[in-house]
């Protein structure tokens, strides 16, 4: 357990370092701790802390830490969610046994809830599934939370962008449609990308 901790300690140290994020040792380290207890609980075999090391690119700091938060969410696996986990991503939620309803309460100032919301195309009230997304939107949604005091809306799309794309088993012209939602969210958020930048993320 201390070597792969230390290890995940390492790495965000390394990407947040690429990313000119300054974090505090502490805070860092309980980001470390955070994804570890997640990923290397007993019911995890595949979608593992092994499973997310493997996407690590030393030189690509948005592909690692989005390899680090896009299995940090496995409800049926784990059988619900963690404690911090559960206080994070609870508010926005309304969990009924099997069904998961997005809280249709409107949070218009809550601007990266709803960044998440239009990254994924969801809507308040709308019932989520594996197989429209639930696990990596509810990844997405923790991780956007827990990072959104280091890194800004646009870094932050950029990892959620990495993890949408993961939804296994879409037709081959989904990246079109989301094209379409960045180019919309970046009018609706007001957050001034160019096409060509928008084009890349989608990359």
């Known amino acids: 357990m201390t070597g792969t901790l230390q290890t995940l300690i390492e790495i965000l140290t390394q990407v947040l370092a690429q990313l000119q994020v300054p974090i505090p040792p502490d805070a860092l380290e309980d980001l470390a701790i955070t994804v570890h207890r997640a990923m290397t609980g007993p019911s995890r075999l595949y979608h593992s802390l092994e499973h ?97 005091v280091y890194l800004d809306e646009i870094t932050l799309l950029r990892l959620t962008l990495c993890i949408e794309a993961s939804i296994p088993f879409r037709p081959t012209d989904h990246f079109y449609q989301l094209e379409d939602r960045v180019f919309e969210l970046n009018r609706q958020f007001n957050l001034g990308l160019q096409p060509a930048e928008i084009l890349d993320m989608i990359r």
Do not use: C
Request: proline residues 6%; glycine residues 10%; charged residues 15%.
């Open 52 to 148: 997310a090391l493997g996407f690590w690119d030393p030189g690509n700091p948005i592909q690692t830490i989005a390899a680090l938060y896009h299995d940090i969410v496995y409800y049926h696996v784990d059988m619900g969610y963690q404690t911090e986990i559960e206080g994070v991503i609870s508010p926005y939620l309304v969990t009924d046994g099997e069904t998961i309803v997005l809280t249709a309460v409107p949070l218009p100032g809550d601007r990266i809830y709803n960044l998440t919301l239009a990254v994924f195309g969801f809507l308040p009230g709308q019932t989520i599934s594996l197989e429209n997304g639930l696990n990596e939107f509810l990844s997405s949604l923790f991780m956007n939370k827990k990072l959104q």
